[in-house]
C-alpha cells in the first residue's frame, strides 16, 4: 500500500521558488514542437519530479524520462519529454497513441506507435549497462502483445519491455534467445514494470503499484553477450527492424524512462518520487 512516507516527499510538501533550467526548456519546448505553453501547475509538478530525482541521486542514471499524464490535455505537451537526454525532443506519435483525459496516453490495440527516437546503440556506452522503465495504468493480457521497444531479429537483438504477453512480463536487452532475458509470470499487470541490466550477468524485472510493494519478480543471471538493438525504441508498438510495426500493445501509459542499470533500491526510489506525483495529480496511477 502508499504509506504516509511517500507524501512527505519534499516536491509533495512544499513548492520550491523558481524553476529548474530543465523543466523551463522542457515548457519551451512544447511551445517549439507546436503547443500551447503548459499552465503552472503541470511546469510545477514536474519541476518538483526533477527535483526529488536530483534529490535523490539518480539524475545521472536516468538519461530520459517523461511523465505523459498531462493536466493541461495537450498531447504535444505529452509527446514532450522532461528530460530527453539522448531521446527526440518530441515524440512523433506517427500513427496515433491519443490522450487519454489527464491520465496518459493510451493505445486500443491497433497498429498505432510513437516513435521516442531512443536509440539504444547510440545512447548506451556499452552493453552491460541499461535499462527500461513504463507505467501502464489499464491492465491487459493477450499473446501478441508488445508494449515498448525495438528488436531486429536479424541480428538476435533486442531493447523490449512487455507487461503481459501470454500471461508473462519480460525484458530483453541485447539479446532475443530465451534463457537470457528476465520474464516472469505476471498476468494482466498494471502499475510500474521496470527492467534494468547491471552486467552481462544481470537482467532484472521490477514490478510495483499502490496495492504490490515494490519488488524483483525475475533476475536471470545467464552470461548474455549480444549487442545493442540498432533502432529507434517504439510506444504502442516494438519497432521491428528495419521499418515493421511488429507486436502491438492496448492500454494506458503514464510514465517512460531509460536509465543506466538501476539497483533494486534506486528504481523503488525512482517508482516511489513518480507514484506520488502521479497520485498527487490524481490520474494515471493505479
Not at 512523433?92 to 539504444?120: E, H, K, M, Q
Amino acid at each position: 500500500m502508499i504509506t504516509k512516507a511517500l507524501f512527505d516527499l519534499p516536491f509533495l510538501a512544499k513548492s520550491k521558488p523558481g524553476t529548474s533550467p530543465l523543466i523551463s526548456a522542457w515548457a519551451d519546448q512544447v511551445v517549439t514542437n507546436g503547443g500551447t505553453r503548459p499552465t503552472a501547475p503541470t511546469i510545477a509538478l514536474r519541476d518538483s519530479v526533477n527535483s526529488s530525482i536530483v534529490s535523490a541521486g539518480l539524475d545521472s542514471k536516468v538519461l530520459t524520462w517523461n511523465l505523459f499524464a498531462t493536466e493541461d490535455s495537450s498531447l504535444i505537451a505529452a509527446c514532450t519529454p522532461q528530460k530527453p537526454g539522448p531521446a527526440s525532443v518530441f515524440w512523433n506519435p506517427v500513427t496515433g497513441g491519443g490522450l487519454d483525459g489527464n491520465r496518459g496516453i493510451a493505445f486500443s490495440g491497433v497498429p498505432n506507435y510513437i516513435d521516442t527516437g531512443f536509440n539504444p546503440t547510440t545512447a548506451y556506452s556499452n552493453d552491460t549497462s541499461s535499462g527500461f522503465i513504463l507505467y501502464k495504468y489499464t491492465p491487459f493480457n493477450d499473446n501478441t502483445e508488445g508494449d515498448a521497444g525495438v528488436v531486429d531479429f536479424g541480428a538476435n537483438t533486442a531493447f523490449v519491455l512487455i507487461f503481459s504477453q501470454s500471461g508473462a512480463s519480460y525484458f530483453e536487452a541485447n539479446s532475443v534467445f530465451s534463457g537470457t532475458y528476465a520474464s516472469a509470470s505476471n498476468a494482466s499487470w498494471a502499475g510500474w514494470l521496470s527492467g534494468q541490466r547491471t552486467a552481462n550477468n544481470s537482467n532484472s524485472l521490477y514490478k510495483a503499484n499502490s496495492g504490490v510493494a515494490h519488488t524483483s519478480i525475475n533476475t536471470n543471471t545467464t552470461v548474455e553477450t549480444g549487442v545493442r538493438a540498432n533502432g529507434n525504441v517504439w510506444l504502442g508498438n516494438i519497432h521491428q527492424l528495419p521499418s515493421t510495426p511488429g507486436n502491438i500493445s492496448d492500454g494506458g501509459f503514464s510514465f517512460m524512462a531509460f536509465t543506466l542499470g538501476l539497483t533494486s533500491s534506486e528504481d523503488a526510489a525512482l517508482f516511489s518520487i513518480i507514484q506520488a506525483a502521479l497520485v498527487s495529480k490524481g490520474g494515471g496511477s493505479v
